[in-house]
């Protein structure tokens, strides 16, 4: 193990990822977010673009790739989503790499890795640890269909690609129920102090 702690950090849509991240964050632990690398892939890296542009033009515009539209393009046509994810994952394996030296250069005794499809991706594998956050189905499926622009339609698809929670939670080595804030935060706070020993100093 390197004296960076990397802890992978996923889980299924809607199951409350971006807050718990968020709670890192707060803790003074570095975050890297393959949702927000993707959004920075897709609005100024050019060669991703152009990349995109050849396989689906209709999904790109002046300001980049669109990210609804491509998700409809994609939903039309299913054999897109492997020549799109090789044009995507080594443009993010790229991206997360520059983040983790930058963590090592700056003496980060922890970092945070936020991938949705960790375990789809075999992501684990180059883990010191992995963190699952779950929820109940019901709280699940009504955070999901409060989201703008989300139909049942594109739920189901979503989880489709996604691995069971049930066998997320199997696989992890950390679990937190994200059942209010306070307890996403209470638990994320016993886990920093239980990997590295304590909580940042600001």
Known sequence: MSELFLLGLTG???MGKTTTAEMFRDALIAVWDADAA????????????????????AAVSGEGVDRKRLGNILQADKTLFPKLEAIVHPAIRAHRAA????????????AVVDIPLLYETDAQDWMDAVLVVTTDEDTQRERVL??????????QMILSRQLPDAEKRARADYVIETKSMDHVRDEVHSLIVKLIGALPDA
């Not at 993707?38 to 152009?50: A, N, P, R």
């Not at 989201?147 to 339609?153: F, I």
Request: charged share 25%.
């Open 12 to 14: 299924s849509i809607g």
């Open 38 to 57: 993707v959004h920075e892939l897709y609005t100024s890296d050019t060669d991703t673009i152009e990349k995109i542009y050849d396989l689906a033009p």
């Open 99 to 110: 983040f983790i030296e930058a963590c090592k250069t700056t003496g980060q005794k922890m």
């Open 146 to 155: 409060a989201r703008g622009g989300m139909t049942e339609e594109i739920f």
